[in-house]
């Protein structure tokens, strides 16, 4: 069984795996999704967070959609979203997505 998550849910290309319970009901679940290292990422440009900023706008401003926040964590090794917003100055890498590569000096 497949999982069917939109192509830009992070969970799109994470695979599946079904445990079987003793009542012989199989259940499905996705394994675990490990996030991937920052030098997979091509760097489009550099984001510095203003007071007040919310990764869900920056996200939309850079990526074009809201919900693709998920692509700043994994590009700036963030475990906990919150945490890319807390430091006002602070750097973020606007990537590619995992994998495509990008062109030097575009």
């Not at 290309?13 to 009901?25: E, N, Q």
């Not at 917003?85 to 890498?93: D, F, H, M, P, S």
């Not at 590569?101 to 575009?106: D, I, K, N, R, T």
Request: hydrophobic content about 40%; some cysteine; glycine content about 6%.
């Amino acid at each position: 069984m497949s999982a069917n998550f939109p192509p830009t849910s992070r969970y799109a290309l994470t695979p599946t795996s079904t445990f079987v319970r003793a009542d012989g009901t199989p259940v499905t679940y996705l394994k675990r999704r490990f996030v991937p290292a920052p030098e997979n990422f091509a760097l489009l440009q550099w984001h510095r967070v203003v007071q007040g900023e919310r990764l869900d706008n920056i996200a939309a401003q850079h990526l074009g959609d809201p919900e693709q926040f998920w692509r700043l964590c994994d590009a700036n090794r963030a475990l906990r979203p919150d945490e890319l917003t807390e430091t006002v100055g602070r750097k973020l890498a606007i990537t590619l997505p995992e994998g495509i590569p990008g062109v030097p000096h575009a």
